[in-house]
């Protein structure tokens, strides 16, 4: 590999998957995985397989679909979780694991309880470890920024004379400055002294906002990895966003001369999988995929732009693959026209799952006369973000008015039986929902609801996603789209019912 190639690995689907708010279901990570292959990240880090079955089977099921980039594992430096890791990545094509324990002062002594000389020889044991069950190994030192720079290094050769390919430095609580943190990798790169046996790699986060800046910086000090995030998802604040620094290194590479492996035609389509899949949307004002991004406004702005496009772009909306994408739809697409679309807007689904998409989008087309991309995006994560449904809306009917109370009667199939109830509420909605409290009878209270309409129009589809939040506090998110909002209400509640069940 050429010394000014820098590696990108991607770990939306584990620290991003960590952010509060996200919870994305198997089949949602594997779609992230395939489009995260497509766009060319070098390393996909799937998930945390020893810290539940869902995590373990998430990490097995990307292993078994991603062919040509890395699928990577984490672990701590315990022995059970990096057989876990091994177990759950023995269906990849190329594995990588991903072991770490913390060498700060304030996390060994307070959270760990040990002292450096136990860590060290945790670290370089579980590399060792990790080593005999896969040629690929990632260490990284958690809170490596707010360690002591000579226990650091120490670590760092041994790790790496255990055998590990990779040596992670995140600044876990993102508190370096972009000069301190250059700094803080040169130290590293110049004396260590079989530093040259591994790729240093950085994971920064975003508390005080310069994450980016901070990978950049270790770019330029020597580091070849930066660990990212679509969107920038991640932990609070987040990870350094993946689009920002393949960008940076794209659009100025006169100045930085670094390159990446990113088809950054791919970087649209991705950061809107992430986005709708994820349920957490992109503030418009977000730098490269932001709704804003190409937006000019103002009066002066557009002048220049029609004379020149070059007066106020840096770069062109086509470069992240934003061209025109408003293709619409409709019942003459055929089915054919519809899984081409879908590939289009990056979604691989079964045959099985295509079918069942399909006839939701005959059936939205029906009520609809123009289908839109948001629409099937829509209806697609309805579908793959289902849960076995143990719980089914059979029928409503509700009752609302402005001098009426609103009222609502709701049958539903609960496994083999059909149930009904009515009940009354504050609104059609709050009425429906104690309905379906009626029928199934779990202690639950509902947290956040929210409603989005997909498209503009008074005949948009509407999306609902909501929190549901069990006794125990364990909160679920249920969603449901349909041209009908209280329809889609209804359907939402009973998805998050169904994930309760299945405890998804
Ligand atoms: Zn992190």
Avoid at 48 to 56: H, L, M, R, Y
Avoid at 90 to 114: D, N, P, Q, W, Y
Avoid at 296 to 323: A, C, F, N
Avoid at 331 to 359: I, N
Wanted: charged share 25%; glycine share 8%.
């Amino acid at each position: 590999m050429k010394n000014n190639r820098i590696i990108v690995f991607d770990t939306t689907l584990r620290d991003g998957e960590q952010s509060p708010g996200a919870s994305l279901n198997i089949k949602e990570k594997v779609q992230i995985a395939l489009q995260l292959e497509r766009l060319g990240v070098d390393i996909i880090e799937a998930g945390f397989p020893v810290s539940s079955p869902v995590q373990f089977d998430s990490v097995e099921a990307c292993s078994a679909e991603v062919r040509d980039t890395i699928v990577c594992g984490l672990a701590r430096t315990l022995e059970k979780d990096i057989t876990s890791a091994y177990n759950a990545l023995k269906g990849a094509a190329h594995a990588r694991i991903h072991t770490f324990i913390a060498t700060s002062r304030v996390h060994m002594e307070h959270k760990l309880h040990k002292k450096p000389e136990e860590v060290l020889k945790l670290a370089v044991e579980a590399v060792r470890l990790a080593k005999s069950y896969v040629d690929d190994v990632e260490f990284s030192g958690e809170d490596a920024f707010r360690s002591d720079p000579g226990f650091l290094k120490e670590v760092v050769a041994a790790t790496i004379e255990a055998g590990a390919g990779t040596i992670n430095i995140p600044d876990t609580v993102g508190y370096a400055i972009p000069n301190e943190f250059g700094a803080f990798i040169r130290d590293i790169m110049e004396n260590v002294p079989n530093v040259n046996d591994a790729v240093i790699s950085v994971h920064c986060h975003n508390d005080l906002g310069l994450a980016v800046s901070n990978s950049l910086m270790a770019i330029q000090n020597g580091a070849r990895q930066v660990e990212v995030a679509v969107n920038g998802l991640g932990e609070r604040a987040g990870n350094a966003s993946l689009e920002e620094i393949v960008m940076a290194v794209n659009v100025r590479k006169d100045f930085l001369n670094y390159e990446t492996g990113i088809n950054t035609k791919e970087i649209y389509r991705t950061s809107q999988l992430v986005s709708n899949l994820s349920g957490i949307r992109v503030q418009p004002n977000k730098a490269i995929v932001g709704a804003n991004a190409f937006a000019h406004e103002s009066g002066i702005h557009v002048d220049g732009l029609l004379k020149m496009r070059s007066t106020y772009e840096i770069m062109t909306p086509e470069s992240i693959g934003l061209i025109d994408m408003k293709i619409v739809m409709g019942r003459h697409s055929g089915k054919h026209g519809f899984k081409q679309r879908l590939k289009d807007l990056g979604y691989t689904l079964s045959d099985s799952d295509l079918d069942v998409a399909f006839e939701r989008f005959l059936d939205v087309a029906d009520k609809k006369k123009e289908v839109f991309d948001e629409d099937l995006a829509a209806i697609v994560e309805d579908e793959i973000h289902s849960v076995p449904e143990f719980y089914k809306l059979d029928y409503f009917h509700i009752s609302s008015g402005s001098s009426t109370i609103p009222t609502s009667t709701v049958r539903m199939k609960v496994g083999n039986e059909v149930k009904q109830e009515s009940a009354w509420g504050d609104g059609p909605v709050d009425a429906t929902y104690r309905a379906i409290n009626a029928i199934v009878d779990i202690p639950i209270t509902l947290g956040e609801y929210s409603l989005r309409a997909v498209t503009e129009g008074t005949e948009a589809m509407g999306e609902v996603s909501l929190k549901i939040i069990i006794n125990d506090g364990i909160v679920i998110t249920g969603r449901g789209a349909s041209t009908d909002i209280l329809e889609a209400s209804a359907k939402a509640y009973v998805d998050g019912l169904n994930k309760i069940k299945f405890k998804m």
